[in-house]
């Protein structure tokens, strides 16, 4: 039996190579991308009140506000870790996007780990030049947004057309089936 022919018609009518093929569209990968920042927002909320609960913060200029900041980089950082060495955060299901190694193998909790802190690319250089440079909110919101826009477009550059804190971790976002609902 030619097991070509077991194959689905998409893998038969098509040249480019299976890897290409199953990376998702930059727009989709952004559109998840905002997604994730939303549902962050409950995840900062509730990690942001255990905190200050417990921590006794009466407001959020209180002297203790690093701790918090560290705090919440931790908590992202676990959040993140326990979702990708599962394949999927809730915002990737949403969007049928995969995370797995250069193989296509499960990502293990050390390489998620290392995805996250590489990830940190996106946001910390604008970050860092906010504070010697005496930026305004809107002059930093804008700093912060044009690099996103310039490291988002740098995914073109790749080969596989991958984020490059992918590339760095041994990482590889993929579509994925959505779920059937039967």
Not at 91 to 119: C, E, F, I, P
Request: hydrophobic share 50%; proline share 5%.
């Amino acid at each position: 039996m030619d097991t070509d022919t077991t194959l689905p018609p998409s893998r038969l009518t098509t040249s480019e190579p299976p890897v290409a093929r199953d990376v998702p569209g930059l727009w989709r990968r952004m559109a998840c991308w905002l997604y994730e920042g939303m549902l962050l927002f409950a995840v900062v909320f509730v990690a942001g009140w255990l905190f200050s609960t417990l921590g006794q913060m009466r407001d959020a200029m209180d002297a203790r506000r690093h701790l918090l900041q560290a705090f919440l980089f931790v908590v992202f950082g676990i959040y993140f870790a326990w979702f990708w060495s599962r394949g999927q955060t809730l915002a990737m299901k949403t969007w049928n996007l995969r995370l797995v190694d250069r193989h296509g193998r499960a990502v293990t909790q050390g390489r998620a780990a290392l995805r996250y802190l590489l990830s940190w690319v996106w946001f910390l250089p604008p970050l860092a030049a906010i504070a010697p440079f005496r930026l305004s909110g809107g002059e930093s919101a804008l700093l912060v947004a044009g690099w996103v826009i310039v490291w988002a477009l740098l995914a073109r550059f790749h080969p596989e057309r991958q984020f490059w804190h992918d590339a760095w971790a041994g990482t590889r976002l993929v579509s994925s089936r959505p779920m059937s609902r039967s």
